[in-house]
């Protein structure tokens, strides 16, 4: 069975340029979730969705991010323009219906991103 | 605000050895703790979780002990062995019970 799929793995961009990651959930999940990870601020949540409605935005960190799901099996998150700050691993997840109270979070492989 | 706090951030155990982390939380809503493992180079996996009406879960190796007074709960790991080095992550859900809150992570090296 497939899992999360992230794309692109690796990303190294220059600063002020736009990115776009994306996200496919596993088949049948209806909550899909955006965290970003770094050393100092360790895993954070950005933003969730469920049933591809965005439920919770306080994640993001300012409106230099945004984050569409148009449908069950599409997710993107975007930068622009992105930062030196931005640097870091993003993961999807996606969880089974009923939410991770009632079941565990998958994630995917995460896209590095290095802004110069 | 840091709804789940762990600690340490690292543990050096001998192969055979029990590594032990623990975690505080905040919420006595939270009803459901469970704990995460991360390779490098991958994202977090689901490696055990506890209901607050039970004390103590086992799963081969791994056991997850709670203290709903204390509102603690902790990883035990028997036996570690070198591959379960990796940094292992507390989580409870958030206030709105829609989305997880990790800790900040404890990177465990099993040396042989």
């Known amino acids: 069975d497939a899992g999360v799929i992230q794309s692109p793995r690796h990303e190294v961009t220059e600063m002020g340029q736009e990115v776009t990651l994306r996200c496919k959930p596993i088949?049948?999940?209806?909550?899909l979730f955006w965290y970003r990870q770094t050393m100092m601020r360790g895993l954070e949540l950005l933003i969730y969705?469920?049933?591809?409605?965005?439920?919770?935005d306080s994640g993001m960190p300012e409106d230099r991010f945004s984050a569409k799901m148009p449908n069950a099996s599409f997710s993107t998150l975007k930068i622009q323009p992105s930062e030196p700050r931005d640097s870091a691993v993003y993961f999807c997840?996606?969880?089974?219906?009923?939410?991770?109270?009632?079941?565990?979070?998958?994630f995917g492989e995460g896209s590095r991103l290095t802004v110069l | 605000q840091q709804q789940v706090k762990q600690s340490p951030q690292s543990l050096i155990v001998q192969k055979g050895g029990i590594s032990i982390i623990n975690c505080a939380y905040e919420?006595?809503?939270?009803?459901?703790f469970p704990w995460y493992q991360q390779f490098p180079g991958k994202g977090p996996a689901l490696l055990i979780a506890?209901?607050?009406?039970?004390s103590e879960k086992k799963e081969g190796r791994f056991t997850i002990s709670f203290n709903k007074s204390a509102k603690q709960f902790s990883l035990h790991i028997m036996d570690s062995q070198p591959g379960d080095s990796a940094t292992y992550f507390c989580?409870?859900?958030?206030?709105?019970?829609?989305?997880?809150?990790f800790g900040s992570g404890t990177r465990l090296q099993v040396q042989p």
């Open positions: 997840a996606s969880s089974f219906p009923g939410g991770p109270g009632f079941g565990e979070l998958f």
């Open positions: 088949s049948g999940h209806n909550s």
């Open positions: 969705f469920n049933n591809n409605v965005p439920i919770d």
């Open positions: 919420n006595t809503a939270f009803d459901y």
């Open positions: 506890i209901r607050p009406d039970v």
């Open positions: 989580a409870a859900p958030d206030t709105g019970r829609r989305a997880l809150t």
